[in-house]
């Protein structure tokens, strides 16, 4: 880094971090994030006004939110709360959860996702990560489907998503909140 003209970081969060690790690199970074531009928006509409589907995209462990995941499912059940399913487009890897209100789908390719996004019918997006991401491809891939998405004010996400109208940023990362911040947000739509 030292000798380096320039450091190129994916966002404002990353750079934050880089220069928290090393103090002397001064004024050599420069924020460009990766450009997303396989996905088509999405047009959905609400055909299911009594259900609420969550869609989680990507390969699911700690990190990437699974105890999130599976927290929500138990609260989910707890409460009798038939009219709500998660949806994983992708994989869980370190949770094993069996539930009717559980979908996952498995590995899917990029080319495939908008159509999975319409077969599921989700409403909104969960980007569930609680460690700082550098960019975070879910969170791009959800605007540049133009869905609604809540993230965690964690790293780079809450940087995509504080000017963008579908956006539900939750301050707490505590499953019983973001299940009362979805719900609330789903109850407002049209």
Known sequence: ??????ILCFSNSSEEIIRKAYPFIEDKCKVIPPIVDYIQPVAMTKSHVE????????????????????????IIEQRRLRNIKIIIIGQMVDEKITSPHLIITGKYHRADLVNLV????????LVPSICPETFSYAT??????NLPVAVFDIGAPPERVKN?????IIEKVDPEVVLEKMLNWFKMQP
Not at 118 to 124: N, S, V, W
Not at 140 to 145: G, I, P
């Open 1 to 6: 880094f030292e000798f380096s003209d320039r």
């Open 51 to 74: 259900a609420f589907h969550i869609g989680v995209l990507g390969t699911i462990y700690f990190p990437k939110g699974s105890k999130i995941i599976k927290s929500l499912v138990e």
């Open 164 to 168: 963008y109208s579908k956006g539900l």
């Open 140 to 145: 791009e891939e959800v605007l540049q489907m």
């Open 118 to 125: 319409k077969k599921y019918q989700i409403d909104m997006i």
